[in-house]
C-alpha cells in the first residue's frame, strides 16, 4: 500500500460518509501551481483549492506575512478589541471595490458567512424577509446557504430548510433557450421574474435576489449582462436589493477583479472569501454604507471573523495581486484555455457546450449532443483519468457533469499547455473507446 493509499484508508475509516471528496489525489504540498502528494508524486492544479488559490500555492510574501503576524497577535476578536489589520483590510477592500458613494465592510470566515451576513443586512435594510435565488446556484453548506443552494444531493436529509427563500430558473441560455435568440430569451426571462413577483411572492416582501454572475458549482454558466442590467433595475424600482455573490469570481478570476464590473453596475450589497486570502478562511460582505448602516448592534459580529493572521494574509495577497496585475493573468489565461476548449469541442462530440468568463471557463459534458442528457459518468472517469496523468481536475454541475478549470493565475505557461493537452488525451480516449 502507498502511502497515498493509505492515508485515503485512513481518511475513510474517521471521517464521516457525508464528507464529499472530488478526487482521489492526496497533498502534502504546493508551490504556484503545482502540488506533491504523500508518494512524492507531483501535479499540476486546475482546481486551485476550488477557486482559493488564484495566487498560487503558498505565495512566499503571502507566508511571510503571516509569520511576522503570528509573532505579534494571533487572535483579539475584533469586537472585544479593535486591530490594525483588520480596518487596514476593510479599507483596502473598500477601495477596491466601492458600491456608491461610501462603502462599509465587515469581515467573515468564509463565503457561507458572507452570504449568511448579507442575507441578515438586506434584511434588516429593507424590513423584509424574502429572498430570491437561481436554479443552479450555489451559496455555502450552513442551514440558510443550503436553502439557497440548489444541488438537491447537498441537501438531502438535512431540512426543514430557512423560510421565506424563494427560487426562480437562472438565464441558462444553452439549457433553456428553446430556439429563441438571446434578445428574446432575456426578455421572456425578465417578463417571467416581474410575474414571479405577482404570482408567487409579492415585491414588497422580498428584501433581496442574490446571484452568482458565473455559477461555480452550478457549471460556470455565465449571466447575460443584459439580463443582469435588467434585473437591477427592476430591483431599484421595487426597493429590492441585489446581492451578488463574488465568492468564487472575485479577485481576478474572471479577468476583472470582480466579475460584476464586466456588467456595467454595482451591487448593493456583494459577498466575497475563496482567493481573499491564499488559502486562510477569510471573507468578507460589503455594500452602500447606507445599507450596511441599516443594521441594529450586535447583529453583527462573532469570535474568529478578521482574524489578525486571516487579514495579514489576505492583505498580503491582495498587494501580490496587485504588483503581478492578477486580473490581467486572468484574461490571458481564460482565452487559452476557452480556445483550446473550442477547438476541443469540434473533435469531441461528447462537449455539448464550452462556456466562462476570463479563466472561468469549463466544458459540458453530454450524451447524443443533448443538453438534456448529462454524462456525469464520462466526467467522473475524466477526473480519474486526469489524475493518474498527473492532473488534477474537479467537476462541477447539478449533475456533476461539467469539467471546470480553476487553476492558479500564477501558473506556468508550460504547466497550463500540458494540462490541456492531458485533458484533450484522455477526453479523446475515453470517447473513443465508447
Same mark, same amino acid.
Given at each position: 500500500?502507498? $502511502?497515498?493509499?493509505?492515508?485515503?484508508?485512513?481518511?475513510?475509516?474517521?471521517?464521516?460518509?457525508?464528507? =464529499?471528496?472530488?478526487?482521489?489525489?492526496?497533498? @502534502?504540498?504546493?508551490?504556484?501551481?503545482?502540488?506533491?502528494?504523500?508518494?512524492?508524486?507531483?501535479?499540476?492544479?486546475?482546481?486551485? =483549492?476550488?477557486?482559493?488559490?488564484?495566487?498560487?500555492?503558498?505565495?512566499?510574501? /503571502?507566508?511571510?506575512?503571516?509569520? &511576522?503576524?503570528?509573532? $505579534?497577535?494571533?487572535?483579539?476578536?475584533?469586537?472585544?478589541?479593535?486591530?490594525?489589520?483588520?480596518? $487596514?483590510?476593510? &479599507?483596502?477592500?473598500?477601495?477596491?471595490?466601492?458600491?456608491?458613494?461610501?462603502?462599509?465592510?465587515?469581515?467573515?470566515?468564509?463565503?457561507?458567512?458572507?452570504?449568511?451576513?448579507?442575507?441578515?443586512?438586506?434584511?434588516?435594510?429593507?424590513?423584509?424577509?424574502?429572498?430570491?435565488?437561481?436554479?443552479?446556484?450555489?451559496?455555502?453548506?450552513?442551514?440558510?446557504?443550503? !436553502?439557497?443552494?440548489?444541488?438537491?444531493?447537498?441537501?438531502?436529509? @438535512?431540512?426543514?430548510?430557512?423560510?421565506?427563500?424563494?427560487?426562480?430558473?437562472?438565464?441558462?441560455?444553452?439549457?433553456?433557450?428553446?430556439? #429563441?435568440?438571446?434578445? &428574446?430569451?432575456?426578455?421572456?426571462?425578465?417578463?417571467?421574474?416581474?410575474?414571479?413577483?405577482?404570482?408567487?411572492?409579492?415585491?414588497?416582501?422580498?428584501?433581496?435576489?442574490?446571484?452568482?454572475?458565473?455559477?461555480?458549482?452550478?457549471?460556470?454558466? %455565465?449571466?447575460?449582462?443584459?439580463?443582469?442590467?435588467? #434585473?437591477?433595475?427592476?430591483?431599484?424600482?421595487?426597493?429590492?436589493? #441585489?446581492?451578488?455573490?463574488?465568492?468564487?469570481?472575485?479577485?481576478?478570476?474572471?479577468?476583472?477583479?470582480?466579475?460584476?464590473?464586466?456588467?456595467?453596475?454595482?451591487?448593493?450589497?456583494?459577498?466575497?472569501?475563496?482567493?481573499?486570502?491564499?488559502?486562510?478562511?477569510?471573507?468578507?460582505?460589503?455594500?452602500?454604507?447606507?445599507?450596511?448602516?441599516?443594521? !441594529?448592534?450586535?447583529?453583527?459580529?462573532?469570535?474568529?471573523?478578521?482574524?489578525? %493572521?486571516?487579514?495579514?494574509?489576505?492583505?498580503?495577497?491582495?498587494?501580490?495581486?496587485?504588483?503581478?496585475?492578477?486580473?490581467?493573468?486572468?484574461?490571458?489565461?481564460?482565452?487559452?484555455?476557452?480556445?483550446?476548449?473550442?477547438?476541443?469541442?469540434?473533435?469531441?462530440?461528447?462537449?455539448?457546450?464550452?462556456?466562462?468568463?476570463?479563466?472561468?471557463?469549463?466544458?459540458?459534458?453530454?450524451?447524443?449532443?443533448?443538453?438534456?442528457?448529462?454524462? !456525469?459518468?464520462?466526467?467522473?472517469?475524466?477526473?480519474?483519468?486526469?489524475?493518474?496523468?498527473? #492532473?488534477?481536475?474537479?467537476?462541477?454541475?447539478?449533475?456533476?457533469?461539467?469539467?471546470? /478549470?480553476?487553476?492558479?493565475?500564477? *501558473?506556468?505557461?508550460?504547466?497550463?499547455?500540458?494540462?490541456?493537452? *492531458?485533458?484533450?488525451? &484522455?477526453?479523446?480516449?475515453?470517447?473513443?473507446? $465508447?
Amino acid at each position: 500500500m502507498t $502511502k497515498s493509499e493509505e492515508l485515503v484508508a485512513r481518511r475513510n475509516a474517521i471521517v464521516p460518509e457525508g464528507m =464529499g471528496m472530488f478526487s482521489p489525489l492526496t497533498i @502534502c504540498s504546493g508551490k504556484g501551481a503545482r502540488i506533491t502528494d504523500a508518494d512524492g508524486k507531483e501535479y499540476i492544479d486546475f482546481a486551485g =483549492g476550488i477557486g482559493v488559490l488564484n495566487g498560487g500555492h503558498c505565495p512566499p510574501p /503571502v507566508v511571510d506575512a503571516m509569520v &511576522e503576524q503570528t509573532k $505579534k497577535l494571533i487572535h483579539a476578536c475584533f469586537p472585544v478589541a479593535i486591530y490594525e489589520p483588520y480596518v $487596514k483590510l476593510c &479599507e483596502e477592500l473598500a477601495a477596491l471595490f466601492p458600491h456608491g458613494k461610501k462603502t462599509k465592510v465587515m469581515l467573515v470566515n468564509s463565503g457561507a458567512e458572507a452570504v449568511e451576513n448579507a442575507v441578515k443586512i438586506a434584511r434588516q435594510a429593507t424590513g423584509r424577509q424574502g429572498i430570491i435565488c437561481f436554479t443552479g446556484g450555489f451559496h455555502g453548506r450552513t442551514l440558510l446557504g443550503m !436553502t439557497l443552494t440548489s444541488k438537491v444531493g447537498y441537501k438531502i436529509g @438535512c431540512g426543514p430548510f430557512a423560510p421565506e427563500v424563494y427560487r426562480i430558473p437562472f438565464p441558462d441560455y444553452y439549457q433553456r433557450h428553446d430556439g #429563441l435568440t438571446m434578445d &428574446e430569451f432575456i426578455a421572456r426571462e425578465l417578463e417571467a421574474f416581474e410575474s414571479y413577483l405577482h404570482s408567487v411572492v409579492d415585491a414588497s416582501q422580498v428584501a433581496a435576489v442574490i446571484l452568482e454572475l458565473v455559477q461555480g458549482e452550478g457549471g460556470f454558466v %455565465v449571466a447575460p449582462k443584459k439580463y443582469v442590467q435588467e #434585473l437591477h433595475k427592476i430591483c431599484q424600482s421595487k426597493g429590492i436589493l #441585489l446581492i451578488v455573490d463574488e465568492v468564487q469570481t472575485g479577485f481576478g478570476r474572471t479577468g476583472k477583479w470582480a466579475a460584476y464590473q464586466h456588467y456595467d453596475m454595482v451591487p448593493d450589497i456583494s459577498t466575497w472569501a475563496k482567493s481573499m486570502g491564499s488559502g486562510m478562511p477569510i471573507g468578507a460582505v460589503m455594500g452602500r454604507a447606507e445599507v450596511m448602516d441599516k443594521t !441594529t448592534k450586535g447583529t453583527l459580529g462573532g469570535t474568529y471573523p478578521g482574524n489578525p %493572521v486571516a487579514c495579514a494574509a489576505s492583505l498580503a495577497t491582495i498587494d501580490l495581486m496587485k504588483k503581478t496585475d492578477i486580473a490581467k493573468k486572468g484574461e490571458q489565461i481564460g482565452k487559452i484555455v476557452k480556445d483550446y476548449f473550442d477547438e476541443l469541442k469540434k473533435d469531441c462530440p461528447a462537449i455539448g457546450d464550452v462556456r466562462g468568463l476570463g479563466a472561468m471557463v469549463a466544458f459540458e459534458l453530454v450524451k447524443n449532443n443533448d443538453p438534456r442528457q448529462p454524462d !456525469t459518468d464520462l466526467c467522473k472517469k475524466m477526473i480519474q483519468a486526469c489524475a493518474q496523468q498527473g #492532473l488534477l481536475i474537479i467537476s462541477a454541475g447539478v449533475s456533476s457533469n461539467i469539467i471546470r /478549470v480553476l487553476s492558479p493565475l500564477v *501558473i506556468e505557461p508550460d504547466d497550463l499547455m500540458k494540462g490541456l493537452k *492531458i485533458i484533450r488525451t &484522455e477526453l479523446i480516449r475515453l470517447t473513443s473507446q $465508447k
